[in-house]
């Protein structure tokens, strides 16, 4: 008579333990006893009385999976608790979804200037857990809290003239990016993924050794406006503007930019056609300053124009002056394996600050104007603008119907954000 699995597991189960314990003659006859019981070969049946409650992989690829022993539950409680997690949460929130590494560094200085403002209050227990809190700690509480946002735009720039045989492309060589100043330029279309009619345009200005972003909305990618534009954005700059880097664009490669930055000794280079990364620094705020504000949607009334500009004029501040970024230090690869270094998380307004370029009148400006600055007050100021651009979006006359993964962008964008 065949024993079922049940009831072989419960032989092995009484069995084992007289079998480690017995010296080598009566593990014999226990074995024998054994394999005339369940009906296992000699050498399966030792391993399983050997390793009764574990799980063993043989040399023949076999696993002996035998009833496991139950685990003991955590004894520890844990350090980070709700109350931790919660507080966090909230202070993630007023930061935009960062990550863990970028959030770390400036949790000291973000509380300090929360309390200032009431917008952020804990017990004392609380708050040194957040002070000495590690990056992979605070990614590790906000998973069951992050949204991911796999959003992905396309490209609509056209080439330009003849004129790019007199605009050298750029070597890395022959500009100082450690110092303010040099800067990369490009264009954010609004088009909705219709690139049909007219349609709002983001400049987006980015200096390369601060990453200090600076952001406008134009009627469209034409000439005039791209370049009055440009000139409306140099003073706002917290440095003497030096170089000028862009793509292979029509709007920029033309002879109002060239002539303006030869009169004024600006460097004016540009990429290689067709290489994205040319314009790496650049293409990175994109994403991350102007599509994760506003979105994907079509904007293309002057109400929409108007309310792009306001919103970028608070989030100039509230990215420049709260928003850390991470630099690549180095990078290094063995065989397939590459390793990426970067250094530790400042916002551009650190970093500004740090450069020993830039006067210290200017840095005394800028301290006094981070002091008035709430980064709460500013994410729902933002907040408001967003809704007033998705209101305007549903208010407008109806045109062609956009393709259904625009539309899925948009609404994925729009709909994970939780609210601050």
Request: hydrophobic share 35%.
């Amino acid at each position: 008579m065949r024993l079922t699995m049940k009831a072989k597991q419960e032989v092995t189960k009484a069995s084992a333990g007289q079998y480690r314990g017995a010296s080598k003659k009566v593990k014999g006859k226990i074995l024998d006893q054994f394999i005339a019981t369940t009906g296992y070969s000699r050498w399966y049946a030792r391993l399983v009385l050997r390793h009764e409650g574990r799980r063993v992989q043989t040399s023949k690829q076999t696993i002996v999976v035998v009833e496991r022993k139950s685990r003991s539950s955590r004894k520890r409680a844990r350090y980070y608790d709700e109350k931790v997690q919660t507080a966090l949460v909230k202070v993630w929130r007023i930061m935009d979804y960062i990550c863990g590494k970028r959030l770390q560094p400036m949790l000291p200085e973000l509380l300090t200037v929360l309390e200032r403002y009431n917008e952020f209050r804990c017990d004392r227990e609380t708050k040194a857990k957040l002070l000495r809190i590690s990056a992979a700690s605070i990614d590790r509480l906000l998973q069951p809290e992050r949204r991911k946002y796999e959003l992905r735009g396309r490209a609509g720039t056209k080439p330009g003239t003849l004129l790019k045989k007199q605009i050298p492309i750029r070597t890395f060589a022959e500009w100082d990016e450690q110092q303010p100043g040099f800067v990369e330029i490009d264009l954010v279309a609004h088009d909705g993924g219709l690139a049909a009619g007219d349609y709002c345009q983001t400049l987006d200005v980015t200096d390369i050794a601060t990453t200090w972003t600076e952001t406008v909305a134009v009627r469209n990618k034409a000439q005039t406006w791209v370049f009055a534009a440009l000139k409306e954005m140099r003073p706002k700059l917290p440095f003497p503007l030096l170089g000028i880097d862009s793509d292979n664009g029509s709007e920029f490669i033309n002879t109002y930019l060239l002539s303006y930055c030869q009169q004024q000794k600006l460097s004016f280079t540009r990429s290689r056609p067709y290489r994205k990364n040319d314009n790496c620094f650049v293409e990175q705020k994109n994403y991350s300053v102007v599509r994760r504000a506003v979105g994907y949607q079509r904007y293309d009334t002057e109400l929409q124009l108007r309310l792009l500009n306001e919103l970028y004029a608070v989030l100039r501040l509230y990215s420049n002056f709260f928003q850390p970024t991470m630099k690549l230090t180095s990078k290094q690869r063995v065989g397939s394996k590459v390793t990426k270094r970067y250094d530790r998380a400042q916002t551009p307004y650190q970093r500004v600050l740090a450069a020993l370029q830039v006067s210290k009148a200017v840095k005394e400006r800028l301290r006094a104007q981070q002091q008035t600055l709430n980064p709460a007050a500013l994410k729902r100021k933002l907040m408001r603008l967003q809704d007033q651009l998705l209101k305007s979006r549903a208010s407008s006359k109806p045109g062609r119907a956009r393709p259904p993964q625009c539309r899925k962008r948009n609404q994925r964008y729009f709909t994970n954000a939780p609210e601050c």
